[in-house]
């Protein structure tokens, strides 16, 4: 038993643990809740557009000609397109105040998607009223806790935080390397013989965007297919910046590689690019797309896409059914601009010559990110200056799993005349020469 | 897993309450102020009080209002059937209903993992069987036990009805001992040789 004189050395320690209590919490200072920031971060000095963005652009009060919009097909002005919106608008009204399981369901919802299950060739489409939850609806709602998924390191944001909510085993292989992809099933494949009956009810997705937004590359699909086929995955495609641009009609990356639209289990695109319209769908076989009816948190909880964008998207659709020659046009600028943008001194291209949206990053970097930042502002504003209108490539710097390098994102539309192309070429080489020496 | 979770201690008290009691107290309160009321209303009145914001309606089915009622009259409806063949004699007939629902009992609660429906939370019960899902985890509630006190219940009764004979007495309580260890807290996602791991 404790002697008296120990038992007083217990409640002297006791008490001091509580004085040193009080002096932390005395101590102690919150965090103020908004951060200190500079004067000069980009969210408190935004460029304030006048009028529609299409391809002359009123940027601080300048004209300047639209190289940052993804007005791909320059369907954001095309009369038709807003004919089609105002008979929508007349007939319907402005929103439509509901989800879709909540009478929020208009035949214009229900045309769109049949026209676009029709374009894409697969039996059913389902339409999201905001592009960033479209894939971000979609990855959740099949792929839960225990399954797995392999993923594109520069997959764009959405698909990041789609990967998230889904709770599920995330596999980052290396951008584009085939290689690097099945090593990582090979692995699993080894895990999988190791405990055949967990193996049994885990689910394997290989998510990849066709044309990525972060890098302006295309994803090699028919190694995917073999890959999907050899590993028992399943693909997800996600197309915003590939629908209405890559292949013969506009159907994307399957059309441009070839491949039928059956060995891919679902396809995501956003029609906020080539359609000019807000939302996004998702095309595949019914048994896939009829799941996200009950299970597509961006489908079942939020309001549905407006009857007036839903006919622009028609619209745009026929636009895009009747010529199927400007997606070979578009294809032959961005080529050009391509070949234009070659061996500036300071500045290297990244991504495909059939790309719309390509990147132009520093070919050397100054070592700290926010300088270069600041150097590609600088050329930017320069650009501006003489009316030609390009912006940095923006990401939310503490959120993203892998943060890709700085860098201007140039984007090329139909509307765009070869001389204009010229000048933006010569504008941007002046420039870069001007202040990166 | 274990008890003690923060969202844990509603349930408990909506379990002393009975789900959806004062709902269809309410109702009836209305019904009988207002007995002119017409057809129309009554049918609009269907889905009063059915949405629920429960992520897992699997935790707390066990605690809805006549449930238990519902069980006893069943395992009754069990052993009228069982008594009403002619070949079986009273003590086999309990033995029977005591195997035979400590059977179900074992399929149902113990060894049927996730949900039938889609849960809001990705999954997270997906490998948990319904015993385990219970008011998500949290042990010694109401439900829990119930449901270990009534096949002791059983058990007693079937010892009185068999005259505690040999036979009877192992059979049954093997059966017993097959379904009181599972509901043990020491057996909270306890999966013996791998068996129903995944």
């Known amino acids: 038993m404790a002697t008296a004189a120990e038992q007083w050395v217990l409640v002297e320690m006791v008490q001091a643990l509580y004085e040193e209590k009080e002096e932390l919490i005395e101590e102690w200072q919150p965090e103020p809740l908004v951060p200190p920031v500079s004067g000069d971060h980009p969210a408190l000095n935004y460029n304030v557009v006048s009028g529609p963005p299409s391809h002359n652009i009123v940027v601080n009060g300048k004209k300047c000609v639209n190289f940052a919009s993804f007005n791909f097909l320059g369907l954001l002005d095309d009369p038709r397109v807003k004919a089609a919106a105002l008979v929508s608008l007349r007939k319907y009204g402005v929103g439509t105040c509901g989800p879709r399981g909540f009478y929020g369901t208009f035949d214009v919802h229900l045309d769109l998607e049949d026209r676009l299950a029709k374009f894409m060739q697969t039996e059913e489409a389902i339409i999201y009223s905001y592009g960033f939850a479209t894939i971000a609806s979609a990855i959740p709602a099949y792929s839960k806790r225990g399954d797995i998924v392999f993923v594109d390191r520069a997959a764009c944001f959405a698909i990041q935080k789609g990967l998230q909510a889904s709770r599920s085993d995330i596999q980052l292989f290396k951008h584009n390397d085939m290689a690097d992809l099945e090593r990582l099933l090979k692995e699993q494949e080894i895990e999988d013989q190791k405990n055949p009956r967990k193996a049994r009810v885990t689910r394997r997705f290989i998510v990849v965007e066709g044309l990525y937004m972060n890098t302006g590359t295309i994803c090699p699909l028919p190694e995917l297919v073999k890959l999907k086929y050899k590993y028992k995955a399943r693909i997800f495609l996600e197309e915003s910046l590939s629908f209405g641009v890559l292949g013969e009609h506009g159907r994307g990356v399957t059309e441009h590689f070839g491949i039928s639209i059956d060995d891919i289990d679902l396809i ?112 930017v504003n320069h650009c501006m200056d003489r009316s030609i209108a390009l912006t940095q490539a923006r990401y939310l710097e503490k959120e993203e799993k892998c943060l890709p390098p700085p860098s201007i994102r140039v984007v090329v539309t139909v509307e765009q005349t070869d001389e204009e192309l010229e000048r933006a070429a010569r504008t941007i080489k002046e420039v870069a020469q001007a202040v990166l020496l | 897993m274990g008890g003690g979770s923060a969202d844990s201690v509603p349930p408990i008290e909506r379990a002393q309450m009975g789900e959806g009691g004062c709902f269809l107290e309410t109702a009836g309160v209305e019904a009988s102020a207002a007995p002119r009321a017409p057809r129309a209303s009554e049918a609009s009145r269907m889905n009063v009080g059915v949405a629920h914001s429960e992520v897992n309606p699997n935790t707390r089915v066990m605690n809805s209002r006549g449930i238990w009622l519902a069980y006893i009259i069943l395992v009754g409806l069990l052993h009228v059937v069982l008594l009403s063949i002619p070949f079986f004699s009273i003590p086999v007939v309990w033995t029977l209903t005591n195997v035979i629902h400590n059977l179900a009992m074992y399929v149902f609660l113990h060894t049927v993992k996730g949900t039938p ?33 009534s096949p002791i219940v059983l058990y007693l009764l079937a010892s009185f009805y068999t005259k505690y004979d040999a036979a009877h007495f192992l059979i049954n309580t093997a059966s017993l001992l097959s379904v009181l260890l599972p509901k043990l807290p020491q057996f909270h996602g306890v999966r013996l040789f791998g068996i129903n791991k995944y």
């Open chain 2, 117 to 149: 429906f889609e849960t809001p939370d990705q999954g997270k019960a997906r490998l948990l069987t319904h015993w385990e899902q219970m008011d998500y985890g949290l042990q010694f509630t109401s439900s829990r036990k119930f449901l270990s006190i």
């Open chain 1, 268 to 379: 995501s695109a956003n029609m906020e690019n080539s359609l000019a319209s807000i939302g996004g769908f998702c095309c595949g076989r019914s048994f896939v797309i009829d799941h996200q009816r009950l299970s597509g948190q961006g489908y079942c909880f939020s309001a549905s896409l407006p009857p007036l964008l839903a006919a622009a998207a028609i619209e745009a659709l026929n636009i895009m059914e009747e010529n199927p020659g400007i997606f070979s046009v578009l294809r032959e600028k961005c080529k050009r601009i391509h070949k234009a943008l070659q061996g500036i001194s300071g500045l290297k291209v990244v991504g495909e010559s059939f790309s719309p949206a390509f990147h132009l990053q520093l070919q050397e970097s100054t070592g700290s990110r926010e300088d270069d930042v600041k150097l590609l502002q600088e050329i």
